[in-house]
């Protein structure tokens, strides 16, 4: 089992920048891919970001050139670099690990990020 836990959400002013965390624990030699999503009010969850253990990384098309997913490993942790935040970006953010032995996700709590003048 790996338990994710998500930090550094909040307020921000459109153009602004914020930066999350996510912490990892258990079983991290499990974990093949580590992303982050985002789930808007009424709108269904969507990927935003994804990095391998090769520091393969993937984003959306909304998100490319302004956010960037990165990991620490000596720190067990995978940080999303939001800049040039926009107010569709409003959003709970989650981090998910996905196991392609199993095909399987674990999930954190979610953090909120508004962007609102």
């Known amino acids: 089992q790996v338990q994710l836990v998500e930090s550094g959400g909040g307020l921000a002013q459109p153009g602004g920048s914020l930066r999350l965390s996510c912490a990892a624990s258990g079983s991290i030699f499990s974990i093949n891919v580590m992303s982050w999503y985002r789930q808007a009010p009424g709108k269904e969850r969507e990927l935003v970001a994804t990095i391998t253990r090769d520091d393969i990384t993937n984003y959306a098309d909304s998100v490319k050139g302004r956010f960037t997913i990165s990991s620490d490993n000596a720190k067990n942790t995978v940080y999303l670099q939001m800049n040039v935040l926009k107010p569709e970006d409003t959003a709970v953010y989650y981090c998910?690990?996905?196991?392609?032995?199993?095909?399987?996700?674990?999930w954190g709590q979610g953090t909120q990020v508004t962007v609102s003048s």
């Open positions: 998910a690990a996905y196991y392609v032995r199993t095909g399987s996700y674990s």
